[in-house]
């Protein structure tokens, strides 16, 4: 990072400061006299002989459909040319309600096709002759039955719902509310991807700081500085499949590993999907659960299955509603939730942690958001550390790595942030283990440990200049102590990012708990590559 310094995009510090604390989104019109495309899917994921339905508005009358699998290597499936479609209107609040679009045209899958991701690309003449273009995206999940040797990879669907910006609200800021300025704690899958979850340019910053942070400098976030300079959306590396999910199935399959592809939704619905796998894998930014995605996970573990997560933020507790359609997700307005009023309060939309949800994060994965969170990023340990300090060198994990006690894993492609899992815990003799009352499941062993913050906080820096300020640090002190004072807060706003690993029943959970530890695949960090095929060969061994 020597010699490094921040880029600036061409952007005005009036316009950097936009890019992070303003509200912008796709939206129906958004590229003006130049015309555009959009479309989405009926569904998030289908079985082989299923029909994908698009729904599809567009200011050309014609266009040209790819379809591409987009795994180890981009195969083209199938191309149509000559579609034929027309504008349709867009409800205002179509991120809650849904866009309720026309169908425009339906493709069978065929029984040769794989599991895997689906990339849709459409393609069209704008008005001023230049080529428009949209990129969505489906799963094909797996067929039943037993799968000796094969990964089941879980697409973070819940966390992409959360973060998708088309149309003007998400479960962060929102067009909703009496001033149009809520986020949305209802959101629907039935509108296209926001700008970034499917397709990203070589290049695009990720959340975690590349460059150096001078002494008393106010943070910056490059990322959506760049987002606003190149029209995508400010959440598109907070959640997608072009930033995480992705990075992960392409270097299984280069790997050689043989991997299927589901989403979250069949875990809720359908949690025998699980059945058969040796290992279940979950990466990248997974926030967002249903209780059934949960109850389906643990009970394939403790029947004997193998579970591998490297993945950060489990956090939050989702209800889905309309067959899957929408997600709900009060949040901080938890108090507004209308299961409050006579309903089951253990589904309670808000933190696992919160005591009338009564199931920590940790009873699955081991570790839990609410003492772990952001790290390497605004004013929440910007020069901290870029991977997992190792403390128990000697774990399986590790065989043949070479790595040594006080080595950090990941450092050189950044494997440790933005958001990270973590627990309470005590050193003892230079080696850390689970507080008491930490919630840690019995036998979880701590092999990599890593400082996190849960609020920016500097005498140097204004608060003007935070994007994260203190509201979660206030929010985990509300759900953990119970009140909001300074006392609580101090508390609770030191965090840790972990990697653990435990039994639980007749199977075991690896737990590297991190949202960045894809960017180790996708940089191809020997290291790295090592471990989490150290993972996957121990899992699919049936060790």
């Known amino acids: 990072m ?109 029984a040769a096709w794989s599991s895997g991701a689906y990339r849709i690309t459409l393609t069209a003449e704008g008005r001023d002759g230049r080529l428009i273009h949209y990129h969505h995206l489906f799963i094909l999940r797996p067929t039943a039955g037993a799968k000796p040797g094969r990964i089941l990879q879980v697409a973070a669907t819940g966390t992409w719902t959360a973060y998708n910006t088309w149309g003007g609200s998400n479960h962060y800021q929102g067009i909703t509310g009496p001033n149009r300025n809520q986020y949305a704690p209802v959101v629907s899958i039935e509108r296209p991807f926001c700008r970034g979850f499917v397709v990203l340019p070589p290049g695009a910053p990720r959340v975690p700081l590349e460059v150096p942070v001078p002494p008393a400098m106010p943070p910056r976030y490059p990322h959506m500085e760049w987002a606003y300079a190149n029209g995508y959306s400010k959440k598109y590396t907070s959640s997608g499949w072009a930033s995480y999910d992705s990075h992960f199935f392409r270097w299984a399959e280069r790997a050689g590993y043989a991997i299927d592809l589901a989403s979250q939704h069949e875990l809720h619905v359908e949690p025998e999907i699980l059945n058969g796998y040796d290992c279940v894998v979950f990466v990248g930014h ?4 249903t209780w059934e995605m949960r109850d389906a996970v643990e009970t394939y573990v403790k029947r004997g299955g193998k579970a591998a997560r490297f993945a950060g933020n489990f956090m939050w507790q989702t209800r889905l509603e309309d067959e899957g359609r929408r997600q709900v997700c009060y949040k901080y307005r938890v108090e507004e939730d209308p299961i409050l009023q006579g309903g089951d309060l253990t589904r309670l939309s808000t933190s696992w942690e919160d005591p009338r949800v009564g199931r920590p994060g940790s009873e699955t994965f081991g570790l839990i958001a609410t003492r772990g969170l952001y790290v390497g990023w605004g004013g929440c340990a910007p020069r901290g550390a870029r991977g997992f300090p190792i403390y128990r060198p000697e774990h399986w994990a590790f065989a043949g ?46 092999i990599g440990l890593g400082m996190s913050s849960l609020k920016e906080e500097s005498a140097d820096i204004p608060a003007d200049d935070q994007f994260l300020s203190d509201e979660d640090a206030l929010f985990v002190a509300k759900t953990l102590i119970g009140n909001e004072s300074a006392a609580a807060v101090d508390k609770i706003k030191r965090g840790a990012g972990m990697m653990v690993n435990f039994p639980m029943g007749k199977g075991e959970v690896f737990h590297a708990g991190s949202c960045e530890w894809v960017a180790g695949l996708l940089r191809k960090d020997p290291m790295v590559e090592m471990v989490t095929a150290n993972i996957m060969n121990r899992y699919l061994s049936g060790r």
């Not at 316009?15 to 958004?30: F, I, S």
């Not at 849904?98 to 425009?104: D, E, N, P, R």
């Not at 942030?417 to 019995?442: C, F, K, N, Q």
């Open 2 to 110: 020597t010699g490094q310094s921040f880029p600036d995009f061409g952007l005005t510090p009036e316009e950097r400061r936009r890019a992070v604390h303003g509200h912008y989104y796709e939206q129906p019109g958004m590229d003006g006299a130049r015309g555009e495309i959009w479309c989405y899917t009926d569904r998030y994921a289908y079985r082989a002989g299923d029909t994908v339905t698009l729904f599809v508005s567009s200011t050309a009358e014609r266009y040209r459909l790819d379809i591409v699998r987009d795994g180890g290597v981009e195969t083209p499936v199938l191309t149509l040319e000559g579609l034929s479609a027309r504008w349709q209107d867009t409800p205002d609040q179509c991120s809650v309600l849904g866009c309720g679009w026309k169908a425009s045209h339906a493709i069978q899958i065929p």
């Open 286 to 289: 997974d926030e967002y659960w």
């Open 401 to 446: 790595t070479g790595i040594y006690y006080g080595d950090i894993l990941g450092a050189d492609s950044h494997v440790f942030g933005y958001e990270v899992d973590g627990l309470d815990y005590i050193i003892e003799g230079g080696l850390p283990r689970p507080a008491e009352g930490s919630g840690a499941p019995e036998g979880l062993q701590i």
